[in-house]
């Protein structure tokens, strides 16, 4: 027997109406917000990640699905959602004469080597927003008011938004000298990743799973105090506008997501779930280096994701009520050849007139279908039999309060309209 690989799901029944519902409201929510959908390739080139996110990260150096295809090209299931929108932006010079910025969204699978456990998987799900084409604060406030909301449309009330800054360009220089001169002496302390990083990029060694609760780490120097004017400007700005659009956050100094491209706002969202406990359920920032880093002309930029399956965890172990569909509308019912004719006509014109429709798919008995209806929990039944038929009727049945009716073929729609 040939079994699904480790930290893969297969999602069906219940699970995935849930999932079901769950898209129909991100779809809705970002109609709202005037984000486009966007569908990019789930493999792109392996340079567009190790290049987009960075040689030094988890995710590319010990996370990605790398493959050569028969063509002999090196690529990659992506990891991520943002580098494929920065590469369609860049390939389709999307930057030409755009006087708005571009606001797309995607829900797609991502792909990762990670140790799977609860809530991680190697195959997983993440919603995801990008703005390109805006350095206002404005942009990203309307990335965290999309990413807020959504959490609370989809009942998940108290997830806390942790957000920092990095600053310009100038400010993160400065923050990475600061914390590259405090953290050499205490090289030996740091695991051997970290060791690495602090020559190409201290910014991770904040992020570390492993030095992360680490006291040199705890006491290392903190991006807030290395801000110029102006950045410190801008991040007190956003705050103030979070507050007045009643958005609840928490600054974490410590929060650096430390990917080379991102600069001033950096945020993350996680939650405290009953029976499971903190779960960080998606981040974002502003990435104003990636675009120019993919050889596009420096551009401005956005964005936020969501785990999804996590998300969808918690929706489910904080109680959320799916309201999944369970019933159908009606059942189609007959026995004889002639009545089976009648029965697929009728099951397509009820369809079509837009009634939910079941019918019978193996010559079951006129009791198997009975069982059936009930198991699907058909509200009405159309009980076909060749006497009526003749007549040009059928019998009708409220499963419910078990009335019957003999009804008119060219009024069925219509009687079941007022009734279901
Ligand atoms: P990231 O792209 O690493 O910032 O992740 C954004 C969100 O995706 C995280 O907060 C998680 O909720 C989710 N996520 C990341 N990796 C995995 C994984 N291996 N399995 C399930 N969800 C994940």
Not at 67 to 77: A, E, V
Not at 207 to 219: A, F, L, Q, R, S
């Amino acid at each position: 027997m040939i079994i699904k690989q480790k930290g893969t799901m297969d999602i069906y029944g219940a699970e995935a109406k849930k999932r079901k519902y769950v898209n129909d409201i991100l779809h809705t929510i970002c109609d709202k917000f005037n984000y486009g959908y966007i569908d990019t390739p789930i493999f792109e080139s392996s340079e567009l990640f190790h290049r987009g996110i960075g040689d030094t990260t988890d995710i590319v150096s010990k996370e990605t699905y790398d493959f050569k295809d028969r063509g002999g090209r090196s690529l990659t299931l992506r990891p991520e959602g943002t580098a494929g929108v920065c590469r369609w932006y860049v390939e389709n010079k999307l930057y030409g004469n755009q006087t708005e910025p571009i606001k797309v969204y995607y829900i797609g699978k991502m792909y990762r080597y990670d140790r799977p456990q609860l809530g991680r998987y190697r195959e997983f799900n993440q919603f995801g927003v990008e703005m390109l084409g805006s350095n206002d604060i404005m942009a990203d406030l309307d990335v965290i008011s999309l990413a807020y909301n959504t959490y609370n449309i989809l009942g998940l009330k108290d997830v806390t938004i942790n957000i920092n800054t990095l600053g310009d360009q100038e400010s993160r220089d400065n923050y990475r000298t600061a914390l590259t001169k405090y953290l050499k002496p205490y090289a030996k302390n740091l695991c051997p990743d970290c060791r690495e990083r602090l020559s190409k990029n201290p910014l991770r060694v904040i992020d570390c799973k492993i030095d992360g609760e680490n006291e040199v780490i705890k006491n290392a120097p903190i991006t807030i105090d290395y801000l110029n004017k102006e950045s410190l400007t801008r991040y007190e700005k956003i705050k103030e506008n979070l507050d007045l659009m009643d958005i609840k956050y928490k600054e974490n100094f410590r929060l650096v997501r430390g990917l080379d491209y991102y600069d001033h706002t950096v945020f993350e969202i996680t939650a405290e779930v009953p029976e499971i406990g903190h779960l960080a359920l998606g981040g974002g920032g502003r990435y104003n280096g990636l675009i120019n880093l993919l050889d596009g002309p420096s551009t401005p930029a956005v964005g936020f994701a969501m785990g999804y399956d996590r998300t969808v965890m918690a929706m489910e172990y904080s109680g959320f009520n799916f309201d999944l569909k369970e019933d159908i509308d009606v059942y189609v019912m007959y026995v004889s050849e002639s009545e089976k004719e009648t029965a697929a006509f009728l099951t397509q014109e009820l369809r079509m007139n837009d009634f939910i429709t079941e019918t019978d798919y193996l010559d079951k008995s006129l009791k198997g279908e009975f069982k059936s209806a009930d198991r699907l929990k058909a509200k009405f039944l159309v009980i076909l039999n060749d006497e009526d038929l003749k007549n040009n009727e059928v019998n009708v049945k409220d499963n419910i309060t078990k009335e019957e009716k003999l009804i008119n073929i060219n009024e069925l729609v219509e009687y079941l309209d007022s009734n279901v």
